[in-house]
Each structure stands twice: as C-alpha cells, then as structure tokens.
C-alpha cells in the first residue's frame, strides 16, 4: 500500500520558515522522481518544486526560486521542502507527489499571516 504522508505545516509569520516532510512508502523511493504541488482557495494546484530520482536535480517555480530548496533523503524514504521568507501568498495546502505513479499525499495546510 502506497503511502505519502506530509507534516511540518502550520501558521508562520512573513518572512519566516517552514520545512516540510514527506514520508513515503510503498513503493521504491529511490527509483522515482518526487514533487510538491500546493492549492491556495480559489486557485489551481501548481507545481512548487520537483527533484529527480537519481541525481536529485531540481527544478523551482519562479514564484518560490531562490526561498524553498526541495531535497531528499533515500535511505529514510523522505522528500522535504524548505520554504524560506515566506510571503502570504504561500499560503495553501501543500502535496507531496509522485506523478509517475499518480501518488498525491493528503496535504498539509501553510499559513503565512501575521
């Protein structure tokens, strides 16, 4: 059984940080690529950030390049997302995801207010 399991959200005041984690299991983590997506209300999910399988190369939106670093860690099966001065419109629920396979986690709701 596939499981994603997402944790370290939560309310944070502008500018401040956040790390999420992503559990996985299931399947073999190491082999595949993984993503975070986030939904804020009333808007489309978009692609946050993704590292590959192999050489964890990874790629940003504009939106958050140069404040999240997304990273994994193959032999503890667990993809993180750093998020670094954090603005409000960060806010939204963030998934962690495996495409390949159609993978999504429940999500973890991000609040950025002061």
């Known amino acids: 059984q596939v499981q994603l399991v997402e944790s370290g959200g939560g309310l944070v005041q502008p500018g401040g940080s956040l790390r999420l984690s992503c559990a996985a299991s299931g399947f073999t983590f190491s082999r595949y690529a993984m993503s975070w997506y986030r939904q804020a209300p009333g808007k489309e999910r978009e692609l946050v950030a993704a590292i590959t399988a192999a050489r964890g190369s990874t790629s940003y939106a504009d939106s958050v390049k140069g404040r999240f670093t997304i990273s994994r860690d193959n032999a503890k099966n667990t993809v993180y997302l750093q998020m670094n001065r954090l603005k409000p419109e960060d806010t939204a629920v963030y998934y962690c995801?495996?495409?390949?396979?159609?993978?999504w986690g429940q999500g973890t709701q991000v609040t950025v207010s002061s």
């Open positions: 995801t495996q495409l390949s396979q159609n993978y």
